[in-house]
Nanobody, 129 residues
Framework: QVRLAESGGGSVQSGGSLRLSCLYS??????????VAWFRQVPGHEREGVAI???????MYSDSVKGRFTISKDIGKDTTYLQMNGLKSEDTAMYYC?????????????????????WGQGTQVTVPS
């Protein structure tokens, strides 16, 4: 069983910053054994993968956030972060943390929703236009 809890969302002016956190708890021993990614979803649209990081710190980003968002993983705290800088109105969405065991996703390089079995409840980010 894997449980994920996001926090850190809120409302921020255009150009501002937020840092989202995703805390893992469960029975796979440690977040070291998980591949963790961030997704976002706007009502009426499909969920979009925005960032993923493996245990070596190698990160991958969608084109829409590259250069503005940074994903990082603190294994000791079982927490994955998404630092979001230069926020724009189009970044407004519900942000979700997703995870999959490395046994299922050994390359840890997918930003496809269907690659992940475990999801948090989401945290809302709003950037007024």
């Amino acid at each position: 069983q894997v449980r994920l809890a996001e926090s850190g969302g809120g409302s921020v002016q255009s150009g501002g910053s937020l840092r989202l956190s995703c805390l893992y708890s469960g029975s796979v021993g440690s977040s070291r054994n998980l591949c963790v990614a961030w997704f976002r979803q706007v009502p009426g649209h499909e969920r979009e993968g925005v960032a993923i990081v493996d245990n070596n710190g190698k990160a991958m980003y969608s084109d829409s956030v590259k250069g503005r968002f940074t994903i990082s993983k603190d294994i000791g705290k079982d927490t994955t972060y998404l630092q979001m800088n230069g926020l724009k109105s189009e970044d407004t969405a519900m942000y979700y943390c997703a995870a999959e065991t490395l046994g299922w996703l050994p390359l840890c390089n997918s930003l496809r929703e269907r690659s992940y079995r475990y999801w948090g409840q989401g945290t809302q980010v709003t950037v007024p236009s």
